[in-house]
């Protein structure tokens, strides 16, 4: 992991109490940062992504403690979950406390809350003091960026600087858990699983069928961690002779697979990923990034395994499967 020097920390800092952007890294991916007490500031990030005023944007604390600033209320579960996950890759959604923005929170009455594992990011979040509000540093509607370069070049000019913590080590966006309902609901699958919330809380979370199923109604899904080529899941069984139907037809195609497929296909551009579920959500956006931008004329991705250890990587690959044509809802 690269180190960055306490004088970059203080620089950072210095740009967040002046209003301007900040990119950081933390253990899911980078992040676009405002300081969250700013509307000036907070707009700054909407505007660099592009991205619809009325999303809410994840406060980030460096500090358990905090959780006390920025909601009214903090029901014992949500306690709970700090206490075990945080820091980590784990987002709370509590009722939010009377000064949080509406900037922050999109005019809803709750905030989503989240204390980074990175050193990096608590190094900044400590030094500046305040809650830093933070999208993925990407552009709307594009894939979220594991390394400082994927930020550098797709949002350099819109930020005072890039801090560099090395690539992301969990590589898909945090759990995000709502707890300002009666029952605990799981928004977004993440590295932390649901049953070891339920765990925790000794009850199972609730699933929106968003979450849990995996397939939606035509038209429901969201364009979201999207490359621009378009990309196609397609099944253990029939991979190979999609490829082959493919270059038949005089397409390129770019693959993502967990095995090698080039004894079987000569000259193909294939990433080969880890089989574990950790490895390939960790290498997962780089690899995307890495197809998109050889401009192929598919991206052919092997499905991955069913089971709760993956529901992160085939939210984030269905999605990515959207179409654009379809109506897009998310950041
Ligand atoms: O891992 C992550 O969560 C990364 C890093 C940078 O911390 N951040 C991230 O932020 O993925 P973003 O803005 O790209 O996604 C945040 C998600 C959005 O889907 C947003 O709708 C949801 O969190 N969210 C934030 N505040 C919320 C709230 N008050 N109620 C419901 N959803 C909320
Ligand atoms: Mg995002």
Known sequence: ???????????????????????????????????????????????AKGRPADHPVIVHLGDRGMLRDWASDIPPAAQKLADRFWPGPLTLILPRAAHVLDAVTGGQPSVGLR????????????????GIAAPSANRFGRISPTRAEHVQSE????????????PSRVGVESTIVDL????????????????????????????????????????????????RTPLDIISVERLEETITSLRERGLRPGVLARR???????????????????????????????????????IIVEAVPD???????????????????????SD
């Open 115 to 130: 204390m980074p594992d990175h050193p990096v990011a608590l190094a900044l979040l400590r030094a500046f003091g305040g």
């Open 1 to 47: 992991m690269s180190i960055v020097a306490p004088s970059e920390i203080e620089r950072a800092v210095a740009a967040l109490r002046r209003g301007e952007l900040v990119a950081f890294p933390t253990e899911t991916v980078y992040g676009l940062g405002a300081d969250a007490s700013s509307e000036t500031a907070v707009r700054r990030i909407f505007a």
């Open 155 to 166: 949002l350099g000019d819109a930020v005072a600087l890039v801090l560099d913590g090395g």
């Open 307 to 329: 089971g709760e250890a993956w529901l992160a990587v085939r939210d984030r690959l269905r999605r990515a499967a959207h179409r654009a044509a379809e109506q897009p809802d």
């Open 180 to 227: 300002s309902r009666d029952q605990p609901t799981l928004l977004r699958p993440g590295h932390i699983a649901a049953s070891a919330l339920g765990e925790v809380l000794g009850r199972p979370l609730a699933m929106p069928s968003t979450v849990s199923n995996t397939t939606r109604a035509p038209g429901t899904l969201a364009s979201h961690y999207a490359p």
């Open 260 to 298: 090698d497929l080039q004894a079987t296909h000569s000259d193909l551009h294939e990433i080969v990923l880890p089989e574990d579920a950790a490895g390939y959500a960790r290498e997962l956006y780089a690899s995307l990034r890495e197809l998109d931008q050889r401009g192929y004329d598919r």
